[in-house]
């Protein structure tokens, strides 16, 4: 599936939240459920909708990494707001 992070989602979403960043934005907005969870860890990016794991297509992987840190980083006010992107999720 193509998940499209819009200019809204960074608009609205919280930087480190992971239950309300841009990214789970897109996500509740795709799937129309508020039962997200986006976050970075060692073993990689850690999705979840509905409580089951999701996984970002390996050609998009580093394109939504660099998106995550870029839009976390506003947290912290460094950097600059990341533009729109969109990615293949898979379950």
């Known amino acids: 599936m193509k998940i499209e992070i819009t200019e809204q989602d960074i608009k609205n ?9 841009a990214v789970s934005q897109a996500l509740s907005r795709y799937f129309k459920t508020n039962a997200v969870y986006t976050s970075i860890r060692e073993g990689g990016i850690d999705i979840r909708v509905n409580e089951q794991p999701c996984y970002v297509d390996k050609d998009d992987y580093e394109k939504v990494v660099n998106f995550i ?19 293949k999720l898979n379950q």
């Open 13 to 21: 979403g919280n930087p480190c939240d992971s239950e309300a960043c």
């Open 69 to 87: 840190y870029a839009f976390d980083n506003l947290d912290f006010g460094v950097g600059k707001l990341p533009k729109p992107i969109s990615f």
